[in-house]
């Protein structure tokens, strides 16, 4: 099938490079627009447009999927169906209307659960043992369209969103090849979402990334793996804020009794009181400086029974 694919972030990069390297024809790909990054904030492509164009494949930007001159493109490379992985923008019914076989999204959760911008941490947010990534038919509702195939993945329990989204990107890309290849054959026929057990899974933004550690040791680390590595957890010290990586819980007999917030350092490791047992600390950044093992860092500020983390 001759494919024109949408997406943006290193985590799409792996299902377009497996559909660069099928029998399909990827024509063009769609992302978004030039960003600014780094510390000179210069204009850069995305992930998605760097491999295009590596591979000599026609890049579209469009400011909105709605664009005439965008959609005049679509419909002049006529494709006959548009895989998307993370596109990052809303499609509207006019672009969704010119494949022959529609877009397909691969997202990842199990759908119905976790439909939504942040599937891979609201799975981690709430504890889920089981997620995955599911393949559907982009409709006018969000993440609501007929799904082709699902594949599972078990949840560790020291993974972050971004190692959990890292396994799913490579499996999911297979799973999305598989789909296309069943769309073209015509063995492959979506199913209708069921209407229980839909959940949601909103944007995690900075607030939501503030540890609070007067609640149980399980929820700190549930948030702060859930947050890493974006928006990035973060707690306050002495007044100025602190970003912190994934924690632990410490759940060994001679660990010390702490207040919630309080810290206690020695020389391998750092750990903080919950309203249950402590978590351990382990990367983290003070405001304008590096990151760095917890240990590093309470070297240097030589915490005090008096010290909390957190306002």
């Known amino acids: 099938m001759k494919l024109v694919f949408a997406g943006t972030p290193e985590v799409a990069v792996p299902s377009l490079r497996a559909l660069i390297d099928s029998g399909h024809e990827v024509a063009a790909v769609v992302t978004r627009p030039d960003a600014r990054s780094g510390r000179g904030r210069s204009l850069s492509a995305s992930p998605v447009a760097e491999l295009a164009e590596s591979e000599g494949i026609e ?6 999927a709605g664009d005439p001159e965008f959609l005049a493109r679509l419909a002049e490379i006529a494709p ?9 923008a809303l499609l509207p019914q006019s ?5 022959k076989h529609g877009w397909v999204n691969l997202h990842f959760s199990l759908l119905p659960a976790w439909r939504g911008a942040a599937p891979v941490q609201h799975a981690l947010l709430h504890g889920d043992d089981v997620t995955g990534a599911s393949t559907f038919q982009i409709v006018k509702e969000l993440d609501a369209g007929p799904v082709y195939g699902t594949l599972a993945e078990t949840v560790r329990p020291t993974d972050t969103s971004g190692e959990l ?16 290849d069943g769309i073209a054959s015509g063995e492959l026929v979506p199913v209708p979402q069921p ?9 995690l933004t900075t607030l939501d990334a503030e540890l609070d550690f007067t609640a149980p040791a399980q929820r700190v680390d549930r948030v702060a793996r859930a947050c890493t ?34 810290l206690h350092a020695d020389k391998r490791r750092v750990i903080v009181g919950t309203s249950t047992h402590p978590v351990e600390l382990g990367l983290v950044r003070p405001q304008g400086k590096k990151e760095m ?19």
């Open 195 to 203: 209407d229980a057990d839909v959940s949601y899974a909103g944007k």
């Open 293 to 311: 093992a917890a240990v590093d860092w309470a070297r240097g500020v030589r915490p005090t029974e008096d010290d909390r983390l957190g306002r």
């Open 229 to 262: 590595p974006a928006p990035g957890a973060w707690t306050t010290f002495r007044g100025t804020r602190l970003k912190l990586g994934a924690v632990r819980p410490v759940t060994d007999a001679d660990r010390p009794d702490l207040d919630p917030g309080q």
């Open 59 to 64: 890049v579209l930007k469009p400011a909105k």
């Open 80 to 88: 006959d169906c548009c895989p998307v992985v993370a596109y990052g």
């Open 95 to 99: 672009a969704l209307d010119v494949p």
């Open 165 to 180: 989204l890292g396994r799913l990107a490579e499996s999911g890309a297979g799973l999305l090849l598989r789909t296309i």
